[in-house]
């Protein structure tokens, strides 16, 4: 994983693209971040153009995870929040291509988001993932805590409902 490099990603065709392409791939192998199948890239680069803009007005912070030259990796942490919740941020669209996963990439995002979120200020952060088929090991495995579960929270995919686990991890004590 050394070669592996972290860092915020900006509006660009080519971000877009490799962004869209793991969106597309993630959604078509079950993962649930919003989206059913199939994903037509037009929605997708949508998606991405709508995300980064909003990074751009420092909203949020898009990160990625490159392989080299490639986008493998990438997680959002969401820091425009209602106005009584300026102590926490979101995490949000954590993704890793397929080709890439279980090599400590997902986690590596996770620690630099964490980090992002305490240099803004933020004390607490919280996640959801689906029931089935989500990452609640992995947050697990990073200190997040499970609050608890909505039943039927979304749709999977490729159809059929699916809870979702809502987590949460204080990552500095309140002012």
Known sequence: MSSIRIAALTDTPSIRAALSAMLIETVADGGSVSFMHPLSVEDADEFWHTSL????????????AYDDQDVIATVTLLLKLPPNQPHRAEIAKMMTRVSHR?????????????????????????????????????????GFQLSGVVPDYAFKPHGGLTGTKIYWKRIAEAA
């Open 53 to 64: 803009a909003s990074a751009e007005r420092g909203e949020r912070i898009v990160l990625g």
């Open 102 to 142: 279980k090599r400590g990439i997902a986690s590596a995002l996770l620690r630099a988001a964490e980090s992002l979120a305490r240099q803004h200020g933020r004390t607490m952060l919280v996640l959801d993932t689906a029931e089935d088929g989500g990452a609640s090991e992995l947050y697990e495995s990073l």
